[in-house]
């Protein structure tokens, strides 16, 4: 439908407008051109041709920047391709010349918009992404095309679609030789924009390197075949890293169709003839000592019997009186067990109150509200508790679940990434807490980075620990593999399961030193409390005219040291 571009009255088939009558015919031409090459864009954007789109929908509004439906087409391809800038200038620019014109229309700008001001996780990683992507320019420039790369696999993990940054991903590739992997992400980006002239023009001076890498290793293992050598019907040449053995159409006598070899059946009647003299010569012999062992056994069995019968009396007396321990011990620990859990439920309610009081002071999700929320661990706090807990909880949770996770996990990130001495205590305390508030199963996209810097924040403060410390921080270790082996385990194709994977090396490596250690400090103390017990044996056989009283004195004040020594035995 065309309105005269003087009055705004809409147009019939006549070349003049019915209410000012305007000549419309050359402004018709143009509309029907502009229309024509949005048409154009639509049908390249919908086979994945988005350079050749971008090119259409640009004609198309050059001749007519009033087309809305075009100028939207077009923010949605720069979208697509990762221009996120570019597409939300053009839907604001559509939403202002809407809201401007005689007539208003339902702008689809308008719902673009509002989603991405209302999502503010995609925001945060558009932000990131661009950042990042930036960085890695620059690191680019200055010739750091290995930080480079590291950037821009966390640009295309935050925003997979960015066009440009996964086409820098591949120059860096072609730039370190790594023909390979540069192939492979030219091959996503032709996925992504099938007519792209750079990701093209990339890609096949890639597979020309490849063809011609294969044509030489082809070549190579050729002339080694040839140049192989031939003894005794046997050929031998290298391919690579290997030795190839080939006959050379050789035949052998008995195997190839030439008869069985007379050597052969002479060997087949003499193990007859030996198994024959096994079975009646030696066998009943054998047999006989077998039958005499066996008696032999069943006597001593006998004997030992008529013993043991003797102490089972005292062995059950023993066992009633060590279960009654057990039953007294069992009901100790018990008790222990409910009184700590009864202190930890009230530690959690306070913990969810001092929450709540914060968000009544401040319910605009201050610092304090996420500080006095991050105090609480949703996976514990409502057990036992009654149904207006669990709704305040709950409450609270949905408030406060994402302003802690994205506080806590940039945190941890942003202090684990600083230059210079880090703080692993203070790392691992923002990674758990941000940990303790993911959602399961819908897991945020840096879940998989903070995973590995949690690990390796274990590993690098149990490291950095004196011995002192360290026996405070004995679990560490266990915490870095548990949390190692889960990106091993579930995220094998991330760009951190290399990674973990080493680190879990070293950190197996390094409580085994821990163990042997314990285990050679443990064997030092024994033979000191077995080289004291000889002495004190020695001095009491020299010194046998002593009174009664003199030895009770000696035994009294060894056994303080005997504890003592056994104390820090325990210690090491």
Same mark, same amino acid.
């Given at each position: 439908? =065309?309105?005269?571009?003087? @009055?705004?009255?809409? /147009?019939?088939?006549?070349?003049?407008?019915?209410?000012?009558?305007? $000549?419309?015919?050359?402004?018709?031409?143009?509309?029907?051109?502009?229309?024509?090459?949005?048409?154009?864009?639509?049908?390249?954007?919908?086979?994945?041709?988005?350079?050749?789109?971008?090119?259409?929908?640009?004609?198309?509004?050059?001749?007519?920047?009033?087309?809305?439906?075009?100028?939207?087409?077009?923010?949605?391809?720069?979208?697509?391709?990762?221009?996120?800038?570019?597409?939300?200038?053009?839907?604001?620019?559509?939403?202002?010349?809407?809201? #401007?014109?005689?007539?208003?229309?339902?702008?689809?700008?308008?719902?673009?918009? %509002?989603?991405?001001?209302?999502d503010k996780q995609t925001r945060t990683q558009v932000s990131e992404a661009v950042t990042r992507y930036n960085n890695a320019l620059d690191s680019c420039n200055a010739g750091n095309v290995d930080?480079?790369?590291?950037?821009?696999?966390?640009?295309?993990? /935050?925003?997979?679609?960015?066009?440009?940054?996964?086409?820098?991903?591949?120059?860096?590739?072609?730039?370190?030789? $790594?023909?390979?992997?540069?192939?492979?992400?030219?091959?996503? @980006?032709?996925?992504?924009?099938?007519?792209?002239?750079?990701?093209?023009?990339?890609?096949?001076?890639?597979?020309?390197?490849?063809?011609?890498?294969?044509?030489?290793?082809?070549?190579?293992?050729?002339?080694?075949?040839?140049?192989?050598?031939?003894?005794?019907?046997?050929? &031998?040449?290298?391919?690579?890293?290997?030795?190839? !053995?080939?006959?050379?159409?050789?035949?052998?006598?008995?195997?190839?169709? *030439?008869?069985? +070899?007379?050597?052969?059946?002479?060997?087949?009647?003499?193990?007859?003839?030996?198994?024959?003299?096994?079975? *009646?010569?030696?066998?009943?012999?054998?047999?006989? &000592?077998?039958?005499?062992?066996?008696?032999?056994?069943?006597?001593?069995?006998?004997?030992?019997?008529?013993?043991?019968?003797?102490?089972?009396?005292?062995?059950?007396?023993?066992?009633?009186?060590?279960?009654?321990?057990?039953?007294?011990?069992?009901? #100790? =620990?018990?008790?222990?067990?409910?009184?700590?859990?009864?202190?930890?439920?009230?530690?959690?309610?306070?913990?969810? *109150?001092?929450?709540?009081?914060?968000?009544?002071?401040?319910?605009?999700?201050?610092?304090?509200?996420?500080?006095?929320?991050?105090?609480?661990? +949703?996976?514990?706090?409502?057990?036992?508790?009654?149904?207006? *807990?669990?709704?305040?909880?709950?409450?609270?949770? &949905?408030?406060?679940?994402?302003?802690?996770?994205?506080?806590?996990?940039? $945190?941890?990130?942003?202090?684990?990434?600083?230059?210079?001495?880090?703080?692993?205590?203070?790392?691992?305390?923002?990674?758990?807490?941000?940990?303790?508030?993911? !959602?399961?199963?819908?897991?945020?996209?840096?879940?998989?980075?903070? =995973?590995?810097?949690?690990?390796?924040?274990?590993?690098?403060?149990?490291?950095?620990?004196?011995?002192?410390?360290?026996?405070?921080?004995?679990?560490?270790?266990?915490?870095?593999?548990?949390?190692?082996?889960?990106?091993?385990?579930?995220?094998?194709?991330?760009?951190?399961?290399? #990674?973990?994977?080493?680190?879990?090396?070293?950190?197996?490596?390094?409580?085994?030193?821990?163990?042997?250690? %314990?285990?050679?400090s443990s064997s030092g103390s024994s033979s000191s409390e077995s080289s004291s017990a000889d002495s004190a044996s020695s001095a009491g056989s020299s010194d046998a005219s002593s009174d009664a009283?003199?030895?009770?004195?000696?035994?009294?004040?060894?056994?303080?040291?005997?504890?003592?020594?056994?104390?820090?035995?325990?210690?090491?």
């Amino acid at each position: 439908m =065309l309105y005269c571009y003087q @009055c705004g009255c809409e /147009l019939t088939s006549s070349d003049h407008c019915p209410n000012c009558g305007a $000549d419309v015919r050359q402004y018709k031409e143009i509309m029907v051109t502009s229309n024509l090459l949005y048409n154009e864009g639509l049908d390249k954007a919908r086979v994945r041709d988005l350079s050749g789109a971008i090119a259409s929908l640009k004609q198309s509004l050059w001749y007519n920047k009033y087309n809305l439906d075009a100028r939207n087409v077009l923010g949605l391809c720069y979208f697509e391709v990762g221009e996120t800038v570019s597409a939300l200038a053009e839907w604001v620019i559509s939403k202002n010349l809407n809201d #401007q014109g005689l007539h208003v229309k339902n702008n689809p700008a308008e719902k673009y918009l %509002t989603e991405f001001q209302n999502d503010k996780q995609t925001r945060t990683q558009v932000s990131e992404a661009v950042t990042r992507y930036n960085n890695a320019l620059d690191s680019c420039n200055a010739g750091n095309v290995d930080v480079a790369a590291l950037q821009l696999k966390k640009v295309l993990a /935050l925003n997979p679609h960015f066009l440009r940054a996964r086409q820098l991903l591949a120059l860096v590739y072609i730039e370190r030789k $790594d023909w390979k992997k540069a192939e492979r992400e030219l091959v996503k @980006c032709v996925r992504l924009d099938v007519s792209n002239t750079t990701s093209l023009r990339y890609l096949d001076e890639v597979q020309g390197h490849l063809s011609h890498q294969q044509g030489d290793e082809r070549k190579k293992n050729g002339d080694a075949k040839a140049a192989g050598t031939v003894k005794n019907g046997v050929r &031998t040449y290298r391919e690579g890293n290997e030795t190839i !053995i080939e006959p050379v159409g050789s035949k052998k006598p008995g195997i190839d169709g *030439f008869g069985v +070899p007379t050597g052969l059946i002479g060997g087949l009647i003499g193990l007859v003839i030996g198994a024959a003299l096994v079975a *009646f010569l030696v066998m009943p012999q054998r047999v006989q &000592t077998v039958q005499n062992e066996a008696a032999n056994q069943v006597r001593s069995y006998s004997e030992e019997s008529s013993s043991k019968d003797a102490s089972v009396s005292d062995l059950q007396n023993q066992v009633t009186t060590l279960q009654s321990q057990v039953d007294s011990l069992n009901s #100790q =620990l018990s008790e222990a067990q409910n009184e700590e859990a009864s202190a930890e439920k009230s530690s959690g309610a306070d913990a969810l *109150f001092a929450a709540a009081n914060a968000v009544i002071a401040t319910p605009d999700n201050t610092e304090d509200d996420i500080e006095a929320m991050a105090q609480v661990d +949703p996976a514990t706090v409502t057990d036992g508790q009654s149904d207006a *807990f669990v709704t305040l909880f709950n409450t609270l949770y &949905t408030q406060l679940q994402d302003p802690v996770l994205e506080k806590y996990a940039w $945190d941890g990130i942003n202090l684990y990434e600083a230059d210079g001495d880090k703080d692993y205590k203070t790392i691992i305390n923002d990674l758990e807490i941000a940990n303790r508030f993911e !959602i399961k199963d819908s897991y945020s996209m840096t879940y998989v980075e903070r =995973l590995y810097y949690l690990g390796d924040s274990y590993y690098q403060a149990y490291l950095a620990a004196s011995e002192s410390e360290r026996a405070d921080m004995s679990d560490y270790l266990d915490k870095a593999v548990t949390v190692l082996t889960r990106i091993t385990d579930n995220y094998k194709d991330s760009d951190y399961a290399q #990674q973990a994977s080493a680190r879990l090396q070293d950190v197996e490596s390094l409580k085994a030193s821990e163990n042997v250690g %314990t285990a050679e400090s443990s064997s030092g103390s024994s033979s000191s409390e077995s080289s004291s017990a000889d002495s004190a044996s020695s001095a009491g056989s020299s010194d046998a005219s002593s009174d009664a009283s003199s030895a009770a004195s000696s035994s009294s004040s060894a056994a303080p040291a005997s504890d003592q020594s056994a104390e820090q035995s325990n210690a090491q």
